[in-house]
């Protein structure tokens, strides 16, 4: 078993850093067989990084650019509609129990980072790392657009056609066509 995953893993490194065409194929080909579904014409860019591959889904066209983060492990979800883009070094960790849903026609800027759970920290006579964490569900409806080095947080949903400004920090539901921007984010404008 340890030798299979580690056999894996050089061939995921491999397959990561082949550069062109070629690269682009092998890593439809070989994310393919990892995600429990991937779609048509995805393009998988170098570096990418897949915990838990068997609970992330994309869609059909879904893009993914340089150094990107999919985490779906301990009993996470990941679920990508059609036509969806990551750009850049995009992290998004759905583990620990976590969900988090993105819909079609969605653009997501480079350095953006979503995560759905966070840690326990009532106790404070036990260290914040072994009090395990506490599960939450990102949704992001179709037609989004996510600036660059945005961060979006546990229990968010953010509505249809919605627009989020680079820099923003996501922590409370946003409203479908609407603008919404700052620390923490909020209303700017009505689209």
């Given at each position: 078993?340890?030798?299979?995953?580690?056999?894996?893993?050089?061939?995921?490194?491999?397959?990561?850093?082949?550069?062109?065409?070629?690269?682009?194929?092998?890593?439809?080909?070989?994310?393919?067989r990892r995600f429990r579904r991937l779609g048509p014409n995805a393009v998988?860019?170098?570096?990418?990084?897949?915990?838990?591959?068997?609970?992330?889904?994309?869609?059909?066209?879904?893009?993914?650019?340089?150094?990107?983060?999919?985490?779906?492990?301990?009993?996470?979800?990941?679920?990508?509609?059609?036509?969806?883009?990551?750009?850049?070094?995009?992290?998004?960790?759905?583990?620990?129990?976590?969900?988090?849903?993105?819909?079609?026609?969605?653009?997501?800027?480079?350095?953006?980072?979503?995560?759905?759970?966070?840690?326990?920290?009532?106790?404070?006579?036990?260290?914040?790392?072994?009090?395990?964490?506490?599960?939450?569900?990102?949704?992001?409806?179709?037609?989004?657009?996510?600036?660059?080095?945005?961060?979006?947080?546990?229990?968010?949903?953010?509505?249809?056609?919605?627009?989020?400004?680079?820099?923003?920090?996501?922590?409370?539901?946003?409203?479908?066509?609407?603008?919404?921007?700052?620390?923490?984010?909020?209303?700017?404008?009505?689209?």
């Open positions: 078993m340890r030798l299979s995953h580690e056999l894996v893993s050089y061939a995921e490194h491999i397959v990561n850093w082949a550069p062109g065409s070629v690269g682009y194929r092998l890593r439809r080909w070989f994310f393919g998988i860019g170098m570096g990418l990084i897949a915990y838990g591959p068997h609970n992330i889904t994309a869609g059909a066209e879904f893009s993914c650019w340089r150094l990107c983060t999919l985490a779906a492990c301990e009993d996470g979800a990941i679920e990508i509609g059609d036509r969806v883009s990551l750009n850049a070094n995009v992290y998004v960790n759905a583990c620990n129990g976590g969900r988090i849903a993105i819909g079609s026609d969605v653009m997501i800027g480079p350095n953006t980072m979503m995560r759905t759970s966070d840690h326990e920290i009532e106790n404070v006579d036990i260290p914040v790392r072994e009090q395990g964490h506490r599960p939450a569900e990102i949704v992001l409806e179709n037609n989004v657009w996510i600036g660059a080095n945005v961060c979006v947080l546990g229990g968010v949903r953010i509505g249809e056609g919605a627009v989020i400004a680079a820099g923003a920090v996501v922590t409370r539901d946003v409203e479908p066509r609407t603008v919404a921007g700052g620390v923490p984010a909020r209303l700017i404008k009505r689209r």
